[in-house]
């Protein structure tokens, strides 16, 4: 049984997915200039604690409602004060970071070993952001937060994405996976369909909106903003 629904995605035309991009990346100058620093640098340079700091300082101010319950205050605060130390922030960073480096276009292909143990993998971080705070495993923070800023092959599955792919709020690590590989599928007809690349694709687009970007922007991302029309 599916875990998506992609009956809004099935009429979605090339040019649609152009003019989507174009209006994201029109909209959301300074938090795609965000996302593309840490991405493409903070991620990969900075200590442990001031990575998962800046991670934390972005989201909360960059109009997401990420931190209805404090997440990001809380974890900063605990962080600051070596409630939660260095060990335990590279320990999570590892584990983050050891996610398979499969392209999401790609998962539909893996073995079921590879898969179940990114699905290992989420299970581990999101027990332990759970211990940093109640509500900070959530399928939203953990996605949006980790996953997007830090993997970059998966979407955010906030509530607009949830509601045009059809998904649980409270989706198990499993059904999370099986997304991810839906998605997968998905992209790669439409991909096929059209004789493109979408990361290539977002890329260009933002670009000739006046953005430089990642390049190629990460497929998760992509497949986020592909979508930002149809919510």
């Known amino acids: 049984m599916s875990v998506c629904d992609f009956g809004l995605l099935h ?23 965000q996302y593309d620093t840490f991405f493409g ?11 998962m700091v800046e991670l934390l300082t972005i989201v909360r101010g960059s109009g997401w409602n990420m931190n209805r319950q404090g997440q990001c205050t809380h974890i900063i605060e605990e962080i600051q004060a070596e409630w939660i130390s260095r060990e335990e922030l590279e320990c999570f960073w590892n584990t983050v970071d050891s996610l398979h480096s499969y392209v999401l276009r790609d998962m539909p292909d893996a073995t079921i070993m590879l898969l179940r143990q990114i699905e290992t993998s989420f299970d581990k971080i999101r027990k332990t952001l759970r211990g940093w705070h109640s509500s900070s495993d959530s399928l939203c923070f953990l996605t949006k937060v980790i996953l997007m800023f830090n993997w970059g092959q998966s979407p955010a599955f906030d509530s607009r994405i949830r509601s045009i792919l059809k998904l649980r709020c409270d989706m198990s690590n499993a059904a999370l996976v099986a997304a991810l590989v839906e998605i997968g599928v998905w992209i790669k007809d439409f991909e096929s369909q059209h004789g493109i690349c979408l990361d290539q694709l977002a890329t260009s687009e933002m670009r000739q909106a006046g953005i430089e970007s990642l390049s190629p922007l990460p497929l998760g991302r992509s497949f986020d903003m592909l979508l930002f029309s149809l919510s």
């Open 11 to 33: 009429d979605l035309t090339l040019k649609d997915v152009k003019t989507s991009i174009k209006r994201y990346s029109s909209q959301y100058r300074p938090w795609l200039s």
């Open 41 to 51: 640098t903070t991620r990969s340079t900075a200590t442990s604690d001031k990575r």
